[in-house]
């Protein structure tokens, strides 16, 4: 079954709030201690697209698993031409090629909006996301030790980093 990557829409929340849920519940991919309800994944969506960013969907016939999207990087001016990417797959369709898939298109939405570099921010301990990352480009710029807590233990925060193909000038 081919995978398809698609904007979401507001028909996808649920899907996309199980995957969520799984990741703050399970994992250290989110740095939340709780999982959250539907109107704040539908509001977390509009304020994406609203705002012109895009909010993807993988999908595998009628199913959604997994999904990405990016955001400001930081809320200043300053930081305008960079975004932060998040990327989550749904833990029964890990290691299927589906993170790459959405992550590479999340590049070309960034290139097609002329940023000039994008952001990942990954727990340390999460080598598959790292090497994610790594195979499409991003170099670990910043290593920041025991800045988040979850699970009874501290966590580092792996900054990543790709500069785009923009023709932006500073």
Known sequence: MPLIVRDATLVDAEDILAIYNYAALNTTAV??????????????????QDAGFPVLVAMKGRDVVGFASFGDFRPFPGYRHTVENSVYVDERHHRAGIGRCLVAALIERATAMNKHAMIAGIDGTNVASIALHASLGFAEVARMP????????WLDLVFMQKLLASSVRP
């Not at 959250?36 to 994406?48: K, N």
């Not at 025991?146 to 233990?153: D, I, L, N, Q």
Request: include cysteine; hydrophobic fraction near 35%.
């Open 31 to 48: 740095w939340t201690d709780g999982p959250a309800d539907l109107g704040s994944r539908r509001e977390w969506m509009l304020a994406r």
């Open 146 to 153: 025991e800045v988040g807590c979850k699970f009874g233990r």
